[in-house]
Every structure is written in C-alpha cells, then in structure tokens.
C-alpha cells in the first residue's frame, strides 16, 4: 500500500512551524564557546582583583620586614670607599 501524500512539495502545516521553532532557538542562543571566556575570564579578572587586594591590605597591616644587621666588614669597605678612615688604623 502507498501512501502519496497531499503535499507534494511542501510539508504539512504543523512541521513548518516546528522548523520555525528550531530556527529561532539556534538564532536566540549564546554560543559556548563565548560562555567558556566569560566563564574563565571572570575567574581570572576576580583572581587577580584578590591578589592586589590581598596585597595592598598587607602592605598596611603587616609590619616592615627587619633588615639584616650589617658585618663590621662592610661597615669598614663602605667607609673607606666613601674616604674616611676607620677608627683606630
């Protein structure tokens, strides 16, 4: 038994109008690819606004790092590249 349908070149009314469904849902829709950058460029924006906020609050609360104590040695080349002599030579 064939079937010859009515509509010889057309489709029936009812899938018409899914075609026109599907084609608005892929026009409407954000590509992936963009929700991947957004996605890893907000973390990386937020990672480094963290880092310089993190930064700058320990510039303020921590105190100074204390230097190292200088050898009489350098005490003594640094005199006497600047012209004066050391006590007691």
């Known amino acids: 038994m064939d079937y010859e349908p009515d509509f010889d070149d057309r489709a029936p009314p009812s899938f018409d109008r899914m075609k026109n469904v599907a084609q608005d849902l892929e026009a409407k829709g954000f590509n992936p690819g963009l929700i991947v950058l957004l996605v890893i460029g907000g973390l990386l924006l937020a990672f480094l ?21 200088v050898s009489k040695k350098k ?10 002599s050391a006590p007691g030579e």
């Open 75 to 84: 005490m003594k080349k640094e005199r006497l590249k600047q012209g004066v």
């Open 49 to 69: 606004i963290g880092n310089y906020a993190l930064y700058t609050y320990a510039q303020k609360n921590f105190p100074q790092k204390k230097k190292k104590p």
